[in-house]
């Protein structure tokens, strides 16, 4: 098995794989490579797990296997090409067919990428990477930067125009997690499961006292508060709003 760590920018939250394959085998041997590269591995067995999956853990990129039971991998990327909320996703689709004709109908259905089984896994991770730099860059680029505010992953640092800003390691990653996601309305379970993480044992009023102490850091004398709330819904980051 490889091991892709080097691939992983330090303090990077992950970003969410879903890997939908009914051979258990082969699903944990995803598992296993994408997490040691630093992903977050979401897993569905079956295509009619996946829409609600989808809906619940918006992942960053889907592998989804063509020969699934009950609901095909075919169909189940039409059916998230077809959502306003879910077309954006990023498919690679994984198969043993190796005709052209196939791979041909695959890419016309809306998968992005096409692997044929058996594969190699170090092009298969390559791919994983390639798709998401192009899909999600604030997953992997090492400065984020919205408005006058700039986050640095790799030397832990936040600036405001000049001013260096000092948060807590919370406080930086949730900031980070705002910033990759601008003009974005984010619900407290949201941003729960992006910061602490789905299994933390953490109140949602957590989430309102440590946005209390980002903002009361990143706002001084005139300067405006990046960060609105959204009366019954969350929060939303940046001057865009979504």
């Known amino acids: 098995?490889?091991?892709?760590?080097l691939d992983v920018i330090p303090g990077a939250l992950a970003a969410k794989v879903l890997v939908v394959e009914d051979e258990a085998a082969l699903a944990e041997?995803?598992?296993?490579?994408?997490?040691?590269?630093?992903?977050?591995?979401l897993y569905a067995a079956s295509g009619e797990d996946v829409e609600v999956l989808v809906a619940e853990e918006a992942p960053d990129?889907?592998?989804?296997?063509?020969?699934?039971?009950?609901?095909?991998?075919?169909?189940?990327?039409?059916?998230?090409?077809?959502?306003?909320?879910?077309?954006?996703?990023?498919?690679?689709?994984l198969t043993a067919r190796s005709e052209e004709a196939d791979r041909i109908r695959g890419l016309s259905t809306g998968a992005d990428d096409y692997v044929v089984k058996p594969f190699s896994l170090p092009e298969l991770m390559a791919r994983v990477r390639a798709?998401?730099?192009?899909?999600?860059?604030?997953?992997?680029?090492?400065?984020?930067?919205?408005?006058?505010?700039?986050?640095?992953?790799?030397a832990h640092r936040v600036l405001r125009g000049k001013r260096e800003v000092r948060l807590g390691p919370t406080e930086f990653r949730l900031l980070e997690y705002f910033m990759q996601s601008p003009g974005r309305?984010?619900?407290?379970?949201?941003?729960?499961?992006?910061v602490w993480g789905r299994n933390a044992y953490v109140d949602e009023r957590?989430?309102?006292?440590?946005?209390?102490?980002?903002r009361k850091a990143l706002v001084?004398?005139?300067?405006?508060?990046?960060?609105?709330?959204?009366?019954?819904?969350?929060?939303?980051?940046?001057e865009r709003s979504a």
């Open 220 to 238: 001084r004398a005139k300067e405006s508060d990046p960060i609105r709330t959204v009366r019954g819904a969350g929060y939303v980051f940046g």
């Open 29 to 41: 041997l995803l598992r296993y490579n994408l997490e040691a590269a630093g992903y977050t591995v």
């Open 131 to 154: 798709l998401l730099r192009r899909a999600a860059p604030e997953r992997i680029a090492e400065v984020l930067s919205v408005g006058d505010i700039e986050l640095d992953r790799a």
């Open 61 to 93: 990129l889907i592998l989804l296997d063509w020969m699934l039971p009950e609901t095909s991998g075919i169909e189940i990327c039409r059916r998230l090409r077809a959502r306003a909320d879910t077309r954006h996703i990023p498919i690679i689709m």
């Open 1 to 5: 098995m490889i091991d892709a760590r």
């Open 185 to 194: 309305v984010l619900s407290r379970g949201q941003i729960l499961d992006g």
């Open 206 to 214: 957590t989430v309102d006292v440590h946005i209390g102490r980002l």
